[in-house]
């Protein structure tokens, strides 16, 4: 599940683990604010600390997998290609390298989206301008993508995790 901050991409998956059963979900979202992010001070603590969140969220979605269940995946490790914000260093690459060895196949991709005025209300962590270019990478990024459905984010959380049900059921 991807979509701009604010968009609900963790409260829609959390109301669909509580709907179905057999569905949980994983985090590879490399980049996101954690105590843990002190390691970023120290030199390649930053690299090491997105390579243990990327190899955590693919052993916790391969097990689901493995067990039967199914996985929805709050965000993706090559997300930030889809943001336009590539890193051409060798950390970059590495974990680019990293995160396409690694990352499970997705069987479908779901994009939530909000016009960037809800997403700044909700989030308010990037201006109104920025959420906005997020949303028009993902739209983009949706047209290219056979496997992607759109979802309005307007709606209540719970209203868009009863629509992801059932787009998991018939997947």
């Not at 069987?107 to 960037?116: E, G, K, M, N």
């Not at 759109?150 to 868009?160: E, F, G, I, K």
Request: glycine share 12%; net charge positive; aromatic share 4%.
């Amino acid at each position: 599940m991807l979509g701009p901050d604010g968009s609900g991409k963790s409260t829609v998956i959390s109301g669909l683990v509580a709907l179905e059963p057999g569905v949980r979900s994983a985090h590879l979202g490399l980049w996101t604010r954690t105590r843990w992010n002190v390691l970023e001070r120290v030199p390649g603590g930053g690299l090491a600390l997105r390579l243990g969140r990327l190899i955590r969220g693919t052993a916790a979605a391969r097990w689901h997998r493995y067990r039967g269940r199914t996985v929805v995946l709050d965000r993706v490790a090559n997300e930030h290609v889809i943001l336009g914000s590539d890193d051409p260093s060798l950390g970059g690459r590495l974990l680019r390298g990293a995160s396409s060895r690694l990352m499970p196949t997705l069987d479908r991709v779901l994009i939530l989206d909000a016009p960037s005025g809800v997403l700044w209300s909700r989030a308010g962590e990037f201006g109104p301008d920025q959420l906005e270019r997020q949303r028009q990478r993902y739209l983009a990024f949706a047209r290219r993508c056979e496997r992607a459905t759109v979802l309005d984010a307007t709606r209540s959380p719970h209203a868009v995790a009863t629509d992801v049900r059932e787009l998991v059921r018939t997947t």
